[in-house]
């Protein structure tokens, strides 16, 4: 089955819809981002209701800032980690500790905007536990894995191909970082290792991470060996 991977900038987002059989969206953009969503869906010649499960990597606002626009306009059913619904269905707007020099100073620059930044409530259809969650049911040759580390709600979508939509735990665009490699804010470094660890068990090949362009995962494997030194 041939898959076509779509990024879509919704913000700082960089969202994707993956379309094989069926479609299915990754992430949800900064808020008020519904137009940039119509027009871009229209660029591929994708109908809004084609879109029928939207998957949140976790609940840092911009990734799920535009998740209730979409979802109104899809009708797609949304799916989340149960660790961090309540950042949609609540409005909540947590942010990381950063694990790197900049990753802390980054975050203090947040800290100013965050309050200023609205996340509209909406209800999550589907609540992951730390199962995998198979996609076939919606024409998708892949899974969605628990991958926790950047959030502890983080999850991963994952293909047969080795394509894994990992959210942040892998970053690469300004102004997180400049070069691909491991997220600069984490909750947890040691479980960041721990889900890298499953993902490349699992046959991960290409990160397309919600900052910057895809890469491999050789650099990942890189980092987590300098890391572990
Ligand atoms: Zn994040
Ligand atoms: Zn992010």
Redesign the pocket.
């Known amino acids: 089955m041939s898959v076509g991977i779509h990024p879509i900038l919704l913000g700082?987002?960089r969202c994707y819809i993956i379309q094989a059989e069926g479609i299915i969206m990754i992430d949800g953009g900064a808020p008020k981002k519904g137009k940039a969503f119509l027009s871009a869906i229209e660029a591929l010649s994708i109908k809004p209701e084609d879109i029928r499960l939207m998957v949140l990597t976790?609940g840092?606002w911009?990734?799920i800032g535009s998740a209730k626009e979409i979802q109104d306009l899809t009708r797609a059913k949304l799916v989340m980690h149960q660790k961090e619904k309540d950042c949609l269905e609540k409005s909540l707007k947590p942010l990381p500790p950063g694990v790197t020099l900049w990753g802390s100073i980054f975050v203090n620059i947040m800290r100013v905007f965050t309050p200023f930044i609205h996340v509209p409530a909406t209800h999550v259809d589907i609540v992951l536990g730390d199962a995998d969650f198979p996609l076939a049911e919606y024409g998708i040759p892949g899974k969605i894995v628990y991958t926790p580390g950047?959030s502890m709600g983080s999850v991963t979508v994952l293909l047969e191909t080795g394509d894994v939509f990992v959210?942040?735990l892998a970053?690469r665009a300004f102004p997180?970082r400049l070069s691909p490699g491991l997220p600069v804010?984490a909750e947890d470094m040691q479980q960041v290792g721990e889900s890298w660890k499953l993902l490349l068990d699992a046959g991960a090949k290409t990160v397309y991470p919600?900052?910057g362009t895809p890469f491999s995962t050789d650099i990942i494997r890189k980092a987590l060996l300098h890391r572990g030194r």
């Open positions: 700082i987002d976790h840092h911009d990734h950047h959210g942040d970053m997180l804010l919600a900052h």
